[in-house]
């Protein structure tokens, strides 16, 4: 089946370090999934952060970028300078593109995010 | 923001007792989607509609699960006598079509704990 690996976190870092979150897939039926870069905010539910759906490509939103590179698999989610508002938990997750499919969505186990001050 | 209403937020039950919630879809979302995160946050998927068919679900909800997305009212899905291991976070997301090609929109979950 397929399958999601991510970073375990915590993952805990200083206010403007930069960061990189690991993200490895295995789509076993799936030639090119769809990628996706979900969040959890402190009390909220999960919102899409980014998404690729084209091999080679790379997504942005909120200063994060994640580049889909079909040769490795990955989709590591990187920021240049995070900030406390971005402490969250941070789930990679894998989708099947055809149209004749169901389309649920495969997720990693997420990774929490603390940023201090 | 998804706009997918989940109710209730906090469902506390006991074992072999019914357990529901309720989910309300984006609107102009056809296709519902039930997942279920367990405590070492692990995501199932259960089952999911278009409209009011059911397109897809797993063996575990073909036997204690129940859902419906009536036309016109929230869509649901019911544990017919909850087990302890049932008790995780379930979270219903829409989109506006089947197939894979679309992004699918989250509501905050309903957390079920069932002792």
């Known amino acids: 089946g397929d399958s999601v690996t991510q970073t375990e976190g915590p993952v805990t870092v200083s206010e403007s370090e930069s960061l990189i979150i690991n993200c490895t897939y295995s789509?076993?039926?799936?030639?090119?999934?769809?990628l996706f870069w979900y969040v959890r905010y402190p009390g909220e539910g999960l919102q899409l952060l980014l998404k690729?759906?084209?091999?080679?490509q790379k997504g942005s939103s909120r200063g994060f970028e994640a580049t889909y590179n079909k040769e490795t698999t990955s989709f590591h989610l990187q920021k240049a300078s995070v900030q406390e508002s971005d402490s969250a938990v941070y789930y990679c997750a894998l989708g099947d593109p055809g149209t004749q499919v169901v389309g649920q969505l495969t997720f990693g186990r997420g990774t929490r995010l603390q940023v201090y001050a | 923001n998804s706009k997918v209403i989940q109710t209730p937020r906090y469902l506390v039950k006991g074992q072999g007792q019914k357990a529901k919630m309720r989910c309300i879809p984006e609107k102009g979302h056809p296709v519902v989607f039930w997942y279920q995160q367990n405590k070492n946050n692990e995501f199932k998927f259960l089952i999911n509609?278009?409209?009011?068919?059911?397109?897809?679900q797993i063996d575990m909800t073909e036997k204690r699960f129940s859902a419906e997305c009536p036309s016109n009212s929230p869509c649901s899905l019911e544990i017919q006598s909850s087990e302890a291991g049932d008790s995780a976070l379930y979270l219903c997301a829409s989109s506006r079509r089947a197939g894979g090609q679309d992004t699918q929109y989250f509501g905050p979950g309903t957390r079920l704990l069932v002792l």
């Open positions: 690729v759906i084209t091999a080679g």
């Open positions: 789509a076993t039926s799936i030639a090119y999934p769809n």
């Open positions: 509609f278009q409209n009011q068919e059911v397109l897809q």
